[in-house]
């Protein structure tokens, strides 16, 4: 059975920084992509980074080029987004997801992803 934990989310004020965590399990964690999306209430998921672990560059989306950073470490098949600068506009929930085609990051669907988290509230205010 695959399972995506996520851990790290919570309340910070703009300009804070969060360190997300994905646990893998039951995948072989260096075939897949893995990475996030965020979700705001009624709006569709949106890519925000993904890496492979085999190595790479990884991919972020223009709205946090810059503020972010993904890594991983495979020994513990866990995946960390690094977010600083953190802006109210970042509020959402942020699910870690999986798959094999790392490009449905950049291209999409969304709903194509394989495999995902319960998802971590991010939440940013003035």
């Known amino acids: 059975q695959v399972r995506l934990l996520e851990s790290g989310g919570g309340s910070v004020q703009a300009g804070g920084s969060l360190r997300l965590s994905c646990a893998a399990s039951?995948?072989?964690?260096?075939?897949?992509?893995i990475g996030w999306f965020r979700q705001l209430l009624g709006k569709e998921r949106e890519a925000v980074a993904a890496?492979?672990?085999?190595?790479?560059?990884?991919y972020y989306a223009d709205s946090v080029k810059g503020r972010a950073a993904i890594s991983q470490d495979n020994a513990k098949s866990t995946a960390y987004l690094q977010m600083d600068g953190l802006k109210p506009e970042d509020t959402a929930m942020y699910y870690c997801?999986?798959?094999?085609?790392?490009?449905?990051?950049?291209?999409?669907?969304?709903?194509?992803?394989?495999?995902w988290g319960q998802g971590t509230q991010v939440t940013v205010s003035t």
């Open positions: 890496i492979h672990f085999d190595g790479g560059h990884p």
């Open positions: 997801a999986a798959d094999y085609d790392c490009t449905l990051w950049v291209d999409g669907p969304a709903a194509a992803i394989r495999f």
């Open positions: 039951g995948i072989t964690f260096r075939s897949y992509c």
